[in-house]
């Protein structure tokens, strides 16, 4: 038995490659992919060669990239992180044959999972296993945005995921799969009021279609919209929080300008290109703003025992069960034959294709 694998071999290079499966050992199961979602975020950035990973090494002990890599860039041989699979057989007690689950494993048609070392997400059978792709990583990275949202005002008091939009004004910079379903996250937990910014008229017509409002940039400034709309006190107008999940830095500058005074920007964005676009001498400065980073590689300080990645998994999925034939209907775009992955990626990169989320089945 042989598994195919999705690898970058350098810049506008994507191949198929084939590899010798493994059987399970002990502590280990074995996983045959039903469905594989692809982020056109960070994985178009290794196809495009933009990713910081390729020109520098990550200092985990210091926090800073450094420069220059001990290692070859390329190839890149697991790209990916929205999987589901079938367990078809299994050498530890932990993971029963049959079962489904999401995981993080990258484009493969088969994968070799350690029951310590490799997350996987069993799912619930009440689930539709398409929209498993997003319960081990992409539904959490929205979900911790929500939760950094909660921190801003409760710190280490947050007990619902919904502490920090629930009866408040949220807007979301953005139109792809992360600013949607941090949209629809706000909504379900209660925001009173949430828009989704954009300029993109076929995505806002998906934010549109799971029924949230938009505004177009082009159109008018959205900061003068929201903030004649959303008045709190006299010379306090504008969004209690924003979600920046659009990785250009105009878009981050933007955001910055629908906030009220004194409030936060949540950044759920990648910016591969810098962001020199953005003017902290100006809203953010006379407004008294606040930025933070959302990235799925921690919680906000002081909540990670009550706040682990299980649990914002688990939110994952009580989204899904809510707004789950909406999400497939409109924000699944396409779904691809897995022969059909290097092409696909290689026009994506190229801006030759246009998608909102493809998922790849073998």
């Given at each position: 038995?042989?598994?195919?694998?999705?690898?970058?071999?350098?810049?506008?290079?994507?191949?198929?490659?084939?590899?010798?499966?493994?059987?399970?050992?002990?502590?280990?199961?074995?996983?045959?992919?039903?469905?594989?979602?692809?982020?056109?975020?960070?994985?178009?950035?290794?196809?495009?060669?933009?990713?910081?990973?390729?020109?520098?090494?990550?200092?985990?002990?210091?926090?800073?990239?450094?420069?220059?890599?001990?290692?070859?860039?390329?190839?890149?041989?697991?790209?990916?992180?929205?999987?589901?699979?079938?367990?078809?057989?299994?050498?530890?007690?932990?993971?029963?044959?049959?079962?489904?689950?999401a995981l993080t494993?990258?484009?493969?048609?088969?994968?070799?999972?350690?029951?310590?070392?490799?997350?996987?997400?069993?799912?619930?059978?009440?689930?539709?296993?398409?929209?498993?792709?997003?319960?081990?990583?992409?539904?959490?990275?929205?979900?911790?945005?929500?939760?950094?949202?909660?921190?801003?005002?409760?710190?280490?008091?947050?007990?619902?995921?919904?502490?920090?939009?629930?009866?408040?004004?949220?807007?979301?910079?953005?139109?792809?799969?992360?600013?949607?379903?941090?949209?629809?996250?706000?909504?379900?937990?209660?925001?009173?009021s949430v828009v989704?910014?954009?300029?993109?008229?076929?995505?806002?017509?998906?934010?549109?279609?799971?029924?949230?409002?938009?505004?177009?940039?082009?159109?008018?400034?959205?900061?003068?919209?929201?903030?004649?709309?959303?008045?709190?006190?006299?010379?306090?107008?504008?969004?209690?929080?924003?979600?920046?999940?659009?990785?250009?830095?105009?878009?981050?500058?933007?955001?910055?300008?629908?906030?009220?005074?004194?409030?936060?920007?949540?950044?759920?964005?990648?910016?591969?290109?810098?962001?020199?676009?953005?003017?902290?001498?100006?809203?953010?400065?006379?407004?008294?703003?606040?930025?933070?980073?959302?990235?799925?590689?921690?919680?906000?300080?002081?909540?990670?025992?009550?706040?682990?990645?299980?649990?914002?998994?688990?939110?994952?999925?009580?989204?899904?069960?809510?707004?789950?034939?909406?999400?497939?209907?409109?924000?699944?775009?396409?779904?691809?034959?897995?022969?059909?992955?290097?092409?696909?990626?290689?026009?994506?990169?190229?801006?030759?294709?246009?998608?909102?989320?493809?998922?790849?089945t073998p």
């Amino acid at each position: 038995m042989r598994d195919r694998v999705v690898v970058v071999a350098g810049p506008g290079r994507v191949e198929l490659v084939e590899q010798d499966a493994v059987a399970p050992r002990p502590g280990t199961f074995r996983v045959e992919t039903l469905y594989s979602g692809v982020s056109t975020g960070t994985e178009l950035s290794y196809v495009k060669g933009t990713n910081p990973y390729l020109t520098g090494t990550w200092d985990a002990d210091l926090g800073l990239f450094r420069p220059g890599r001990a290692d070859p860039a390329y190839p890149v041989t697991r790209l990916g992180y929205m999987q589901v699979g079938r367990v078809v057989a299994s050498a530890t007690p932990a993971v029963a044959v049959g079962t489904v689950g999401a995981l993080t494993c990258g484009h493969r048609t088969g994968y070799l999972a350690d029951a310590v070392a490799d997350r996987f997400v069993p799912l619930p059978a009440d689930l539709d296993p398409l929209l498993g792709v997003y319960v081990a990583h992409l539904g959490p990275i929205c979900a911790n945005g929500l939760l950094h949202a909660a921190a801003d005002l409760y710190g280490v008091g947050v007990r619902t995921l919904g502490d920090g939009v629930r009866g408040r004004r949220v807007a979301v910079v953005g139109a792809g799969v992360v600013a949607l379903l941090t949209a629809l996250f706000a909504r379900h937990h209660g925001a009173t009021s949430v828009v989704v910014v954009d300029p993109t008229p076929g995505r806002r017509a998906v934010a549109e279609a799971l029924g949230l409002q938009t505004l177009d940039p082009d159109a008018a400034d959205p900061a003068v919209v929201l903030k004649s709309r959303w008045a709190h006190h006299p010379g306090d107008r504008g969004a209690d929080v924003v979600f920046q999940c659009r990785g250009q830095d105009w878009a981050l500058q933007l955001a910055l300008r629908l906030l009220r005074p004194q409030g936060t920007v949540v950044d759920l964005a990648f910016y591969q290109g810098g962001a020199e676009r953005v003017r902290l001498g100006e809203e953010f400065h006379h407004n008294g703003l606040s930025l933070r980073c959302a990235q799925i590689g921690r919680v906000p300080r002081g909540l990670a025992p009550t706040w682990d990645r299980d649990r914002l998994s688990a939110e994952t999925v009580d989204l899904l069960r809510a707004h789950g034939d909406l999400i497939r209907a409109h924000l699944v775009s396409a779904v691809v034959p897995f022969a059909q992955a290097p092409a696909l990626l290689t026009d994506l990169a190229q801006r030759r294709r246009q998608e909102l989320q493809v998922i790849l089945t073998p």
